[in-house]
């Protein structure tokens, strides 16, 4: 079946400007979460959903980060007033479940520039 | 203090040589979970293998095997006869409940070992 799709593969921005990046889980995942990789590091996480509803923001850096699932199936991570630091590439996976230890599958990423 | 620590940035080695990628990590739980994922040049996290902590069994699957030793919170992972398509960063992961707000299974990664097989 088709895995994680994320959209788009690239994006490059100016600072300041407004961004939306895209996820399609796995058809069925309940769980879905977004993570951000800087050159060099492990994934960091952001934020979790279980079905509609954001379940735990903890990671997101600031207000400027914001991130929905209207239908509990596809989500859109949003990134206002974007600046340089925010460049990275922006992962999301999903989970049949958000049970402890259930195994999430990660889309290929977003890479985000911005100048 | 790293919860996930991958010491070795890099590691080179000739094909078919056995390598060894070191993880250790910290938790308060005593239940938790621990992932290995490979992230080739590509740059898809794949998954390799998940272990929860009462399974201390060693696993083995074709070329790969894990050794989890909770004694020393470690969860390393051997590649015997290397091959240059195991070229990758390999990416340890732990999921635990303590501290963790609004239930879920978030992972916290290491910083990854860098692994480059040559002919």
């Known amino acids: 079946g088709a895995g994680v799709s994320q959209t788009p593969s690239n994006k490059v921005t100016e600072k300041g400007k407004y961004v939306e990046l895209r996820c399609d889980p796995i058809?069925?995942?309940?769980?879905l979460y977004w993570y951000r990789q800087s050159l060099g590091q492990g994934p960091e996480f952001l934020i979790y959903?279980?079905?509609?509803?954001?379940?735990?923001d903890s990671g997101l850096p600031n207000d400027r980060f914001f991130a929905v699932r209207p239908e509990g199936s596809v989500s859109t991570l949003k990134i206002q007033r974007t600046e340089r630091g925010d460049s990275a590439v922006y992962l999301c996976?999903?989970?049949?479940?958000?049970?402890?230890?259930?195994?999430?599958?990660f889309g290929p990423g977003t890479r985000l520039t911005v100048l | 203090a790293q919860k996930v620590t991958q010491a070795q940035t890099e590691i080179s080695v000739v094909e078919k040589e056995d390598v060894t990628l070191d993880c250790v990590y910290e938790?308060?739980?005593?239940?938790?979970?621990l992932f290995w994922y490979k992230q080739p040049p590509s740059g898809e996290l794949v998954f390799l293998i998940r272990?929860?902590?009462?399974?201390?069994q060693n696993e083995i699957s074709g070329r790969y095997s894990w050794n989890f030793q909770k004694s020393t919170s470690s969860f390393n992972f051997t590649i015997t006869a290397s091959q240059v398509v195991d070229s990758a960063v390999y990416f340890c992961?732990?999921?635990?409940?303590?501290?963790?707000?609004?239930?879920?299974?978030?992972?916290?990664f290491g910083t990854g070992t860098q692994l480059k097989v040559e002919l």
């Open positions: 938790t308060r739980d005593t239940t938790y979970y």
């Open positions: 959903f279980q079905g509609t509803g954001a379940a735990d």
């Open positions: 996976a999903s989970s049949l479940t958000s049970l402890l230890g259930d195994t999430q599958y």
């Open positions: 058809s069925g995942h309940t769980a």
């Open positions: 992961a732990l999921s635990e409940a303590w501290g963790v707000t609004g239930g879920g299974n978030k992972l916290t």
């Open positions: 272990r929860n902590s009462f399974d201390e």
